[in-house]
């Protein structure tokens, strides 16, 4: 029972390790998706053709927000095996999220 423990102990330290490093791609990323909905004033994403400028900023949130899950991943596996799993797990999410293959995907 004990070793059980310990491995749930761990879990949640690899998890929250993560969860940590992920938080400011997560609040960048969504104030910036706000402030351009905010400001383009018709609670829309905002179009291209009428504000560019706008657009750019809304890309530039969802970019911030797309690179939530490799930060994610590559933090969780630094927690577990230190430096050397940074690369492979921040690219294995990277590529199984832009390839929609994740678990939760329908």
Same mark, same amino acid.
């Given at each position: 029972m004990n070793e059980l423990v310990q491995i749930l102990k761990n879990t949640r330290q690899h998890l929250m390790t993560g969860v940590s490093h992920m938080i400011p791609f997560v609040v960048s990323g969504g104030i910036l998706l706000a402030v351009s909905v905010m400001l383009y004033g018709k609670g829309a994403v905002p179009d291209a053709v009428a504000d560019?400028?706008?657009?750019?900023?809304?890309?530039?949130? /969802?970019?911030?927000?797309?690179?939530? /899950?490799?930060?994610?991943?590559a933090y969780i596996g630094y927690s577990i095996a230190e430096r050397s799993a940074l690369a492979p797990c921040a690219i294995g999410a990277w590529v199984g999220n832009s390839f929609g293959a994740g678990f939760l995907v329908h």
């Open positions: 560019p400028n706008l657009k750019k900023l809304f890309d530039i949130g /969802v970019a911030g927000l797309t690179l939530m /899950v490799p930060f994610l991943a």
